[in-house]
């Protein structure tokens, strides 16, 4: 490795500890030398469904999960779901119904074959996803901001 420096006490300094001296990125003259912005444009439905299993606070099987999402899940696995997990997306405390009237509604609108019941938890479920692409890029750009605070590099 090579590194052109002038000879003065700095140099020479640094030649005695066995060491280089790297400017910090703030002090380079093109402000892009150390800028890697990464843009999640998309995760897929799979990594989804494995990041909000593990982050949330209960126990949610990925495979259900990814059948809501594919809307391929039978009537009777998403009632099944529905209660129990649906307080955990909607806030029947502070709403106007409660648990019991809403998956009341939901049996009687089952029923009726047009309906697309997948479609209640899917635009949460796209909301999340939306949600969890924002927090990796800011996770992200967050470790690119610390990585460029590094000054001098010793061995």
């Given at each position: 490795?090579?590194?052109?420096?002038?000879?003065?006490?700095?140099?020479?300094?640094?030649?005695?500890?066995?060491?280089?001296?790297?400017?910090?990125?703030?002090?380079?003259?093109?402000?892009?030398?150390?800028?890697?912005?990464?843009?999640?444009?998309?995760?897929?439905?799979?990594?989804f469904?494995?990041?909000?299993?593990?982050?949330?606070?209960?126990?949610?099987?990925?495979?259900?999960?990814?059948?809501?999402?594919?809307?391929?899940?039978?009537?009777?696995?998403?009632?099944?779901?529905?209660?129990?997990?649906i307080?955990?997306?909607?806030?029947?405390?502070?709403?106007?119904?409660?648990?019991?009237?809403?998956?009341?509604?939901?049996?009687?609108?089952?029923?009726?074959?047009?309906?697309?019941?997948?479609?209640?938890?899917?635009?949460?479920?796209?909301?999340?996803?939306?949600?969890?692409?924002?927090?990796?890029?800011?996770?992200?750009?967050?470790?690119?901001?610390?990585?460029?605070?590094?000054g001098?590099?010793?061995?």
């Amino acid at each position: 490795m090579y590194k052109y420096a002038p000879i003065n006490s700095y140099t020479l300094r640094n030649l005695q500890n066995r060491q280089i001296f790297f400017n910090s990125p703030e002090n380079f003259n093109d402000p892009f030398d150390t800028f890697h912005h990464t843009e999640v444009s998309e995760i897929s439905k799979e990594v989804f469904a494995e990041l909000y299993c593990n982050s949330i606070n209960r126990e949610i099987e990925k495979a259900t999960l990814l059948s809501i999402l594919n809307k391929s899940i039978a009537k009777e696995d998403f009632y099944s779901f529905c209660e129990q997990h649906i307080d955990y997306y909607f806030d029947f405390e502070n709403g106007n119904q409660n648990k019991l009237e809403y998956l009341k509604k939901l049996s009687i609108k089952l029923e009726n074959t047009e309906f697309e019941y997948t479609e209640i938890l899917e635009s949460i479920l796209l909301k999340a996803r939306s949600n969890v692409q924002l927090s990796i890029e800011s996770k992200l750009d967050k470790i690119r901001k610390s990585l460029s605070q590094v000054g001098v590099c010793c061995f």
